[in-house]
Every structure is written in structure tokens, then in C-alpha cells.
């Protein structure tokens, strides 16, 4: 298990939004960010697979998070 912060989902659904393009949800922004801490913890070179399966339309009316 991987705790991320409310604020790191945030930060991770922002983040893919103005980096890449895609407009997900906080759920998959969490799971964005679990992978970021994963791999900031190893220095073997890996696959990591994860699921983007919620969209960001539903959280428009979140005051600064897109």
C-alpha cells in the first residue's frame, strides 16, 4: 500500500492535464503519483503499470484544481 495526500492526487491530476494533455480525475491522480513515489524509491530500471479509470469533467467545480 502507498499513501498519497490529498494534495499530491491534486498535484499529479494538474500535473497530467498541463504536461500531457489528459484530463483525469483525483483517483487517478493518485495513482499517478503512487507510481512517482514507487519509482523515486528504487534505482533498478522497471515497469510499473498503473489505471487512469476516472475522468476530471466531474471535479470542474474544484476551485483551483484545473
Request: proline share 0%; aromatic share 10%.
Amino acid at each position: 500500500m502507498i499513501t498519497i495526500t490529498k494534495e499530491e492526487a491534486f498535484e499529479y491530476a494538474q500535473r497530467a492535464a498541463k504536461e500531457e494533455g489528459i484530463f483525469i480525475g483525483i483517483s487517478s491522480g493518485a495513482s499517478l503519483a503512487a507510481v512517482a513515489k514507487k519509482l523515486s524509491e528504487t534505482s533498478e530500471k522497471k515497469r510499473v503499470l498503473t489505471f487512469n479509470y476516472d475522468t476530471g469533467e466531474r471535479y470542474l467545480s474544484i476551485e483551483g484544481l484545473y
